[in-house]
């Protein structure tokens, strides 16, 4: 049996639809007509069951989160099937998991939100990106302003249990009081969460040309940092704190019980193109000794194909679409677990981290951290669980940067 992890898994069904690619979105989507979408379903069905096949947990998964893409343009009929295969072919938690639905505000009427929440989803997670209408058509949102507040209004009257709501800060040429004015009419609207992401031009995205070609000029370095620390500033003056670099909870019950699993290393298995997965398996070598806390594990990530095409003709073959593997020894867990978990307010639990990977933080990197901490980004907490070393929001701002520069020797 594998090892497993204190928390349960959770499982990730990617939707690759949207009714237009937006210019900076780098996810595997795709427009697509109604056959295609049609046969979708019974694709993501045809998956499941070969997952469930080798999926090597045997805990059941308290999490379902319908991403994309956009679900919100599968029908409820669609989406109700590929959970009712899910439950028949994997182990659910009873009486039933937490779904999470990702939807676009034009998809948003009193109908779809009765439908979902017939369904079973209690997190509805908007794709608002901003309230401001120049904003929304720069970014090449089909919605306006208005349609996004009525959308997250028509959301909480339908009596979700969380409502989230995604912005997108860091525009060209965006000043911070265009900023505050998203932050104000979102927090004026008391969504349950939160996500503000700073905008990253890829390369092989229409902004990533744009850019190449100088048509499109990226904020300076400096103001996206004062952005980063008035959105930070902001939200927990306002009852909205950060938990994670780009997540903000009005309360704990908030926080997202599904992605937070990405952040320590709890098992999850994705289905659909381009979806990743993860477990925890035996280090061949300790295989009789793995135990509850993973001490002895490896971590084994694998992602799908990304193409449509080339995913359905895996699944259409009976065939995991498998596109890439790796296996995850101690000191890539360990690297990853730093730079997660410094992503993170809770930041690292510094006993669990010397039982797992045998690395006193402190002690080995005594002289970094006391630098960092002086520098107001990291401080060394005493939570009633033992010490934590987390990052302060100065140090959130920086976060890769900061587990980059930690030495982490493997014991002898
Ligand atoms: S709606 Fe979301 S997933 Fe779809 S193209 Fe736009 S950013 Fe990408």
Redesign the pocket.
């Known amino acids: 049996m594998a090892p497993t992890h204190r928390s349960l898994p959770g499982l990730y069904l990617h939707v690759p639809f949207?009714?237009?690619?937006?210019p900076?979105?780098d996810?595997a989507?795709l427009r697509a007509g109604g056959a295609i979408r049609a046969r979708f379903a019974d694709r993501l069905i045809a998956e499941v069951a070969i997952a469930a096949a080798s999926w090597p947990d045997p805990r059941p998964f308290d999490t379902v989160y319908f991403g994309?893409?956009?679900p919100s343009l599968l029908p409820p009929g669609d989406l109700a099937r590929v959970l009712a295969a899910c439950a028949d072919r994997l182990p659910l938690a009873s009486p039933a998991p937490w779904v999470f639905l990702?939807a676009?505000p034009e998809d948003v009427t009193p109908g779809a939100c009765a439908a979902w929440r017939r369904l079973g989803v209690r997190t509805l997670s908007l794709?608002v990106?901003s309230f401001d209408d120049d904003a929304l058509r720069f970014l090449?949102?089909r919605h306006t302003g208005r349609q996004a507040r009525t959308a997250v209004e028509t959301a909480q009257a339908a009596g979700f249990d969380t409502v989230s709501v995604d912005l997108i800060f860091g525009l060209p040429g965006q000043t911070a009081a265009a900023w505050r004015r998203d932050l104000e009419v979102a927090v004026g609207l008391s969504p349950g969460h939160l996500s503000c992401y700073q905008l990253t031009i890829h390369p092989r995205t229409v902004f990533g040309v744009r850019a190449a070609r100088g048509q499109l000029v990226e904020l300076p370095d400096t103001e996206q940092a004062a952005l980063f620390d008035l959105t930070h500033r902001f939200l927990a003056d306002a009852g909205w704190p950060a938990y994670e670099v780009s997540n903000f909870a009005s309360s704990p019950e908030h926080r997202s019980r599904h992605n937070r699993k990405y952040w320590d290393h709890t098992p999850y298995l994705g289905l659909g193109p381009s979806a990743h997965s993860f477990a925890l398996v035996p280090a061949s070598a300790h295989a009789g000794r793995a135990d509850a806390g993973g001490a002895s594990a490896r971590g084994h990530r694998w992602w799908n194909e990304r193409h449509l095409r080339v995913w359905e003709q895996y699944v259409v073959a009976g065939k995991r679409p498998v596109a890439g593997e790796e296996l995850l020894g101690p000191p890539a867990l360990a690297s990853e677990t730093l730079l997660l978990g410094l992503r993170t307010t809770a930041g690292v639990d510094l006993d669990a981290f010397a039982a797992r990977y045998g690395i006193d933080l402190l002690e080995t990197n005594h002289a970094l951290v006391t630098r960092l901490v002086r520098a107001g980004r990291l401080q060394v907490r005493e939570d009633p669980q033992g010490q934590r070393l987390a990052p302060t929001v100065r140090g959130l701002a920086v976060a890769d940067s900061l587990a980059a520069a930690f030495d982490l020797p493997l014991p002898t």
């Open positions: 949207c009714s237009a690619i937006c900076y979105c996810f989507v994309g893409g956009t990702e676009n794709g990106q090449g949102r």
